[in-house]
């Protein structure tokens, strides 16, 4: 009797978890087109507070992070606190992307994208910050067309699947 | 002590690299010069001072990011000049290599190897006594013209001027070309200019004048280092307004400033009521003269 309700409980525990996976790797797949496109607008503006306003890193990357959710907020706002607190571009915007990789649904590759406007951002004149800012742009609406046809083919699939690789499991310990 | 510089100086400590700070925090200074390579030299109250710090490029490349707030975009307008102004309305001058537009003109620096951080600091009260020459019945200033070398405080006392008069409920209106005057940072002064006191900052001077004199409406107009033609024509408009203009210009006495053919011909036409000379003979801002000005034609 007690050995039947353990591996029920077994059973349940193993359905759950596969298809709390599922559930998982598919919102990660479904965050990824909207943090893309959080950022890509976060970045759009950027330009407007570099290029128009000469508004000083610390303070743009400040105003930007109140437009946006998180993560992609809590990004711009920790590189902006970084540069205020005197510490290099390239060392905060480090700091940003590493909490991006731990916090968001963005891959290697969208992260990659960004990195190298770490290695620019604020060393030269409004036109050139212009050039560098517009071109991440690109990158990133690039990535995020991308990601919203992988979110359409993987998503479902996923939230499906998680319950599916339970279900086999199960009948497979059977 | 001077307290007030001791005060401003506790301020600008943090821009510099850490292991200079403990060495430098009790430095009183007006003045610090970086160079790539070479020590540190200052100068405050007591003279010049040589410091056993050496300055590398990574040091200048650190103040360089933390004066512009790693934003040198921010500042391209003031780089064309060659400086940057600090919150407090500090001066920070580069020496480094120009980089030309295809017009020949400035347009930035790069590879800067050398910086001069000068603190900026009002030394409010340094025109009372000069003030009831200044002054008319009514109470407002005379066109009046500040004439004195460089570092001879004239833009000090301009300011200390322009404070008291705006404080005695005249409206100012400074126009501060290369932010000296009310030191401003992101367009708000940083110095005691005065209550009713507004502020055209990094504004051309000759045009700055004419916008003040249709968007302000200023009773006084104050501006630094007049010389130009088109700095003579927008004077001339300020006192066909009505406006009292109060401004500066470069030189050691007044017979080496009317040298100038536009300042000459001001003067000439008796424009300025009154004259204030300075020198450094006992320090900044030794008065040499103030009263109308005596000229030959």
Known sequence: ?174 | MDKTLDTEWTSLLRFLPGPWREQLRDLLCFELRIRDGRPLQSVGPGGGIVHAITATSADIKHLVAAFSQSSLYAFEEELKQGYITLPGGHRVGFAGKALLDSEGKVRGLKDISGICLRVARSVLGCADRLLPALLDQCGAPYHLLVVSPPQGGKTTLLRDIARQVSDGGKRVCIVDERSEIAGCYQGRPQLDVGMFTDVLDGCPKAQGMLMALRALSPEVLVTDEIGRTEDVLAIEEALNAGVRVLATAHGANLQEVTKRPQIRDLMERQLFQRIIILSNRAGPGTVEFVGAPLISR
Not at chain 1, 6 to 11: I, M, N, R, V
Not at chain 1, 111 to 119: I, N, P, Q, S, V
Not at chain 1, 133 to 150: D, H, I, M, S
């Open chain 1, 1 to 174: 009797m007690w050995s039947l309700v353990l591996s029920g409980a077994c059973f349940g525990l193993i359905l759950y978890a596969s298809t709390m996976v599922g559930l998982i790797i598919a919102k990660s797949y479904r965050d990824r087109p909207r943090q893309l496109q959080s950022l890509r607008t976060g970045i759009e503006m950027l330009v407007t507070e570099i290029v128009y306003a000469a508004t000083p890193l610390s303070v743009a990357l400040e105003n930007v992070s109140q437009s946006q959710a998180k993560p992609v907020a809590e990004f711009f706002a920790l590189t902006g606190r970084g540069i205020a607190e005197f510490r290099p571009v390239r060392q905060s915007w480090a700091t940003g992307l590493a909490y991006l990789q731990t916090s968001s649904a963005l891959l290697w590759a969208d992260l990659e994208a960004l990195r190298l406007l770490g290695e620019v951002l604020g060393v030269s004149n409004r036109e050139d910050q212009e050039r560098h800012l517009l071109l991440a742009c690109r990158r990133l609406e690039a990535l995020y067309v991308n990601a919203v046809e992988e979110a359409a083919r993987n998503e479902r699939m996923w939230q499906f699947l998680g319950i599916l690789i339970g279900v086999v499991v199960v009948i497979v310990i059977l």
